[in-house]
Structures are given as C-alpha cells and as structure tokens.
DNA sequence: AATTAGCACTCTCGGTCGTCGAGTGCTAAA
DNA sequence: TTTAGCACTCGACGACCGAGAGTGCTAATT
C-alpha cells in the first residue's frame, strides 16, 4: 500500500496522540502537533483517505479519528520509532532481576510482576523445557535408621531430593544397592521408561520387599514429570482497570479470567526466537476474547534447554514502542542471567517489526 | 442490648435478604420472607427501633434499610446459623487438596486459588514459621572434579541442595572436611550466628583458600533466610468485581492493590488458634483501607512450627455462614494434610462466634 | 491539481425537568 | 399493641435541549 509521506505522518501522528490521550483525534489536533502550515482541510481530506484505505476509523460521524487495527499494524511495522529504556527503568529491571536470581522457585512472578509495572499492563511469564530432561546421577544419604534422603541430579543441571520416612527400619546397605542400581537402570531414561515392569525387575535385583524401591521410583516419574511441566505466572491483572478501554466491568472480568486459565496462556501468541519481540493486534489474535486487545511478547533463554517468554496484554492502543522496548530489555537481561548468553548480540536475532530510528526517551 | 425475638427475627432476615438481594430491605419484603401475618407497619415501627439501636441503617429516607455493620456484628454473634458443607463443594476441596499434596511449592497459590472459586471473593494464603530454623545435618556430594553438591537437612524436616560449579578443579578430599567442620559448627543455630568471624574460622580450620567455604556458608545463610521467611499469595482479586458493592473501578482498584502487598498482607487479622474462624467488619478493620470490607480467616497447623492462615475479603454484605463454613473446611483438611492433626477435633478451638443450628445447605 | 476558507450538518455530552414508584413515618382507630 | 390509611421524600429513569467538536462539501484561491 503506497502512502504519501504526508500521510504517513499523519497516520503516525494520529496513533501517537490516541495512544497518548485515549481520545479520538481531530483534524486540527493533527495540523498542530504535527507544528504544520498546512490548513485543517488538507489534513481532514488526507485523513478521509486514510479512512478509506482501513487505517483509520470513526466512532461516530461527529468524533475525530482513531486507528483501525490495520493502522496500527502499518504503524508498528513502518512508522514506529525504537527507544532506548530509560536508565531509571533499566535500573529497576537490573536490580530485580540480581534480586531475583535467589527466589528461582518465584522467579516467573517476579518478573511478571516487574514487567506489569513498568509496562502498566497485565503480564505474563512461562517457562518450558524444549528438550527431554532425564536423571544424570543418584545419591542416596543415611540419616537414620528410618529416614535417608534421595539426591537426583537432572540432565538440566538442577538437584531435586527429597526426604523418605519408613514406617519400618531399614538395612544402610540397602542405600548402597540403590545407588548402583538406580545410577545403571535409571540414568539418562525419560519419563515413558520408568515403567512397572522396569521398577519390578529392580525390586527383585535388590531384594527390596519393604518398598523402598518403590518410593524411589515414584520419586523419579515425579521429578521427571515436574521437570517437562510449564512454569506460568500472570500477574499485574488490576492494571487493566487503569485504562479506559477496560472501564467496562463486564469486559476487564472477561479478558482477567481468561488469562487467568493457565491453559489458555499457554496458546498465547510467542515469537520464534530468543529475543525477538512478537506483536499481535487486535484482531490479529486468534482467541476470540483478545480481539480487540494486543499481546507483546518476546522469548528469552532460560539456560539449559529451557526456554522462556513473557507477555502483555493490553488496548490495542498501546505505546507499543514503549512495550517492546521494555519487554526487549528484560528478556536480554533474564538470558544473560540464566543463560550467560545475549540472543540480540550473539545471533540473528532481531526486535522484529522495530525501526531503528532513535528518538530517546519517555 | 436486649432485642426481643420479633426483633431479632426481623434483623436477621434483613441481613439474609440484603445479602441476597444487594437492595435495600423494606418492610413489606421482610413481612413476605418472615411468612408473618403481622402487618408491615409493626414491622416498620420495629425497623425503625433497630434503625435506633444503630442495627439498621436507611441509603435515604425512601429506601429500605441495609444491616450497619453493628448490625451485621450482632448477626454474627447471635443469630447466625451454622451450616454443613455441600457435598459438591466437600468433594472439591478434597480431590484439590490431594491433588496439591505434589505441588508443595505452590500449594498455597492452589488453596488460595480454591478458597476464592469456592467463596466467589478474593483470598489470601499465608505460611509462616512459629520456630526457630536450623540447618540439622549437612552432606557434600561429589560430582565431577568442578562441580558438588550440597545437602542440606532443616530442623523442620525439609531438605534443600545446591549444585556449586567451581570455576577451578577442587580436591575431592576437601568435601570430607567440609562434613566433618559444617556439621560440627553450623547446625542447630539460627541465621544470626553465622557471623563472618565464624566463617573465617571455619575457612582457616579447613585450610581453604578456593573460597567454598564461603560459598557454602552463603547457602546456609540463604537457606536460612528463606526458611524464616513467610509465604504469601493472593488469588481472585478479579472476583471482587463480581460484587456490586465494587462497581466502582477506582475503589476495587484500591483494595485489590491493597491487598497485593505482601507486607500488608501480613497485618490481616488473624485468629489466634489454629480451627477458629476470626470474622472483621467493615470498620473494625485496622486498615483504612478495609474500613467498609470485611475480612473471614482461619489459621490451620501446617506441621513442624508451620502456621497457616486463610483468608477472604468481600464487601460487609457476605454470605458470612456460607464463608466461614467453607475456610473451617479447608483449614482442617490442610492441618490434616500436613500435620496429621484435625485441631476442630482435637482441643479446645472452636469455630467462634458461630451458632449450632443447622439449617442444611445450599 | 492542490490547498483552503466557509458553512451547514451530525452526533455526543452534560444539565435540567418532570414523572413514577417504592418505601417511610405519623396519626388515629381497632 | 397492632393496623389501615395517607401524606411525604427521594432516587431512578427518560425526555429534552443547548453547547461544542468535528466532519464533509463546495467554491474560491494559489
């Protein structure tokens, strides 16, 4: 689609002063932001195709204009200016995430909790194993007659144990035989392996009768069940009510609820690549509750063979420059910090759909 | 404050009905529920006695009358009727609370996430330690000639690891004496004693210059630390927009954020025995911020020296039977799931301020 | 051909006004 | 003590109206 320059400032100008007032925009309002000569009846004609193009629309025939989905997508993909985060912002982000890096089993709510409020929208954060995670290596450790711990070393480089209380004493020399055992039968096998028929043979090659072998095999299928779920968190839900596109009750309850549902974040729009930020618009979202909303995403590298992402949704008037450069920075940051690798700096990767313009902060 | 029974009856049926309803209560709706042949002028004149006890209380002069919170407080103490359980609901918070058993790490997220469904009002879960934590026994476990693992059994029977990648080969020998001095000087004391002067003395008796000491005393501290720490969460905050006394966006919008900090989370008021159910109106609440909500917690044993609390905040008009009933239920599956003790049957602790009568379920 | 001034037209927003109905309080009678 | 009757109050709701913002069109200008 050819436009005009003059009307792709226009169209821009339009987003920028919807996004930033939440109110439709007029003829006259364009001509002075743009600090143009031109008269209002150029712009208004000039809008009026711009209308019929689909990029702007009308609430009603009296009102200014505001952008068409399709006009915020010709926006983000060819008018919108990249921002460098602000240091303030960049220090928030710093500290919290090193903050972070010691309450791992939170890390997603806190991240998510970060990310809604610099963005002031709801976020989202997942975590998933893109990889078959097994079991490296056993330990078992005595404590007492009827206690011992199991130690399991993951192939992702974490530690799981757990602490088993007999009702009955048991042989220290039983840990010994596990240890051997378990190191040569369950090692490196995924989940499906660990079957009944496997767990019965190593019974009787122990010599176990009091079921120990049993708890420990229970242990295994739970810890590489555990490791193949997803971690998700959403947070920051009120912050929708902040802004008057969700002002109707019904429909902030609506679209809450639905991000609520674990099972529904997980089908939410996601780039391809660490680092890349993913933009959705509106209609361009497949579930039906988020039609007239918009999903920034952007994965990261969450080391191993882990992989994460994290998401805001909001209006489809969005400060979407604002958004993706924040999402942008947390994601560099959390790969750093899980990964010790940069996806933007080592590779392909790029913020899609971002110009590179600067035009510094806010 | 002596009322006599027409009074009372009357009283608690405003209460029922304006739970209901959400609309203000006249006479004629009263006379209707009671099923009395009384006329609705007697009843009028009664109401309006109540209204000058500070029971009732008018919107304006032509509406009807909605309890105050005295009003709903005399209700409460007196004229409540406890009830049993649904079935429905019985077998749901079973079946979760089983299921939840697995996913220690967020079971309070999942009982908060239960308790809201079930209550229809946002809720909160907290744990916290009433004891002392000490680390209780200590063990190392060699991997490769970088990497260790260490195992760390708590005094309240939990047992944490960290896997250390050394950035420089360690000598296997070392991990003996890690054993032998960590078990010797840092078990059985609290976080405060592991002082820098402490450490240093262990890394000279140990003749380590590689820095693990350090490191392994920095896994102490932050164990330590973690395990003092409280567990909080709050869930269904979306709910509160269910209620027509949280129409307002700007006042749902300041609990709820009221309500998502922790550290405020944590002056909620609380029962002082585990099993009793401690139920806040509106303005006896401390905070000014919970002046016209009311807040229904319950505490449950949680094991160990582990207490737990949960919690409901609604408007003042709630179901306050239904809500009690349902924490009472939940607070004692939880105790039995965690300590194996039910405390409603075994002492003295009783869900407070609640009448006997039963009038069935719904 | 592009731009502009001028103008009639449209539609929302906010305020005012009047009606309706629910519910009350009071009085006087039962 | 209870009740019927009645005047009164007050919010909810809808109709109406004027102001203001913005548009689209036309005709004149560059």
Redesign the pocket.
Known sequence: MYLSE?KKSILRTVVELYVKTA???????VVEALGS????????????EL?NLGLLE????????IPSSLGYRLYVNELMLSRNISNDDAIVINSTLDGSLAVRPHLLDEVGSLTSRLTTYPAYAMTSSTGIISIARFDFIYVDSYTFIIVALLSNDTVKNKLVHLTAPFDPKILQKLTAIFNASFTGIPEERVTPTLIMATERAVGDTSGIVTIVAGFVIELLVEAKAIGASFTGAVNLLDHPEYRDIDKAQRIIRYLSDVNELVRLPSPDIAGEVKITIGPENLAEQLKDSSVVAVRYDAGGDMQGLIGVVGPTRMDYSKVATHLSYIAKGLSLLLSGTNPLVSGAAKTSKIGDEDIGEN
């Open positions: 003059r109110e439709p925009i007029g003829s006259k309002a000569t031109l008269s209002s009846a150029t712009v208004r004609s000039d809008m009026s209308e009308k609430p009603h025939t009296s009102a200014g204009r």
